[in-house]
């Protein structure tokens, strides 16, 4: 397919995806045609032979700034709310999955900001390699809404509990440094040699014995000992609800009026 809203680029062994910005956009975003587009994409590096591994970046200031706030708004107005989450998340969450189980590993090269959607996609990669002026929020309790993109099935199998509670419950912004202290980036490097790094990684990726490393990667899945399909299943059925909460309605007004938003609760 023709993507519009990410590139694909295929060098050798190497795949790079790309989330790119539009006219009308500040920032790479996870709206309903990007999770089309890069699950396509990754079905495609998925069937190509020659692919052994994959890069997912970012454009300009960010990696992914999460969900589009302004169709969120848009989808209040217009009474949709629950059909917007709905549809947006069968792909994202078919991409979860995807990641998490292909068949090459993946490297996230995170360049600025990876919020909400976004700091998850990175998760969902195999491979952190991070700018130093890069930033993660779990930020969806800003928006009433609980951590999406199979967040609350991965982070707590990753993290210490009340670590999990501090990034979700507060949603505040983290360092790369913090992160890399929490174990969940695998390195920094400054802004200008991301890419130099992130290629050298990736070329290391496609000269290990790649099958190996996608039933290691299904291993690992099934060696958490719960049905993952099932967990982010009914994660996304909680996030579709979410968006009848007054919180919800609250945080998207609030982000889009750049106010601080006053929650129930409710």
């Known amino acids: 397919m023709a993507y519009e809203n990410i590139k694909l680029e295929i060098q050798g062994s190497i795949a790079t995806i790309t989330l790119t910005v539009s006219p009308n956009r500040k920032f790479p975003t996870l709206d309903m045609e990007t999770g089309k587009e890069l699950l396509s994409a990754i079905e495609e590096c998925e069937k190509t032979e020659e692919v052994r591994a994959l890069i997912i970046k970012g454009t300009g200031k960010a990696f992914c700034a999460g969900g589009d706030i302004k169709k969120f708004k848009e989808a209040l107005e217009d009474g949709t709310s629950e059909a917007m989450m709905n549809t947006l998340t069968q792909d994202l969450y078919q991409l979860a999955y995807k990641l998490r189980t292909l068949r090459i590993p993946v490297i996230a090269a995170v360049n600025g900001y990876a919020i909400g959607a976004g700091l998850n996609l990175a998760l969902s990669c195999d491979i952190i390699i991070a700018s130093e002026d890069a930033k993660f929020a779990e930020s969806f309790i800003n928006l009433g809404l ?6 609350t099935y991965m982070l707590p199998k990753q993290l210490p509990w009340p670590k999990v509670a501090e990034m979700c419950f507060f949603g505040e912004s983290l360092s790369a440094a913090e992160m890399e202290k929490l174990g969940l980036i695998n390195k920094i490097v400054p802004f200008e040699d991301l890419d130099v790094t992130v290629n050298e990684y990736a070329e290391r990726l496609a000269n290990q014995p790649t099958l190996a490393i996608g039933r290691m990667k299904k291993l690992f899945m099934e060696g958490f000992h719960s049905d993952f399909a099932t967990a982010i299943e009914n994660e996304r059925q909680i996030q579709i609800a979410s968006t009848n909460t007054e919180d919800y309605q609250e945080g998207v ?6 106010r601080k938003p006053v929650f129930k609760g409710k």
């Open 146 to 151: 609980i951590p999406g993109f199979a967040g």
């Open 253 to 258: 007004f609030a982000l889009n009026e750049k």
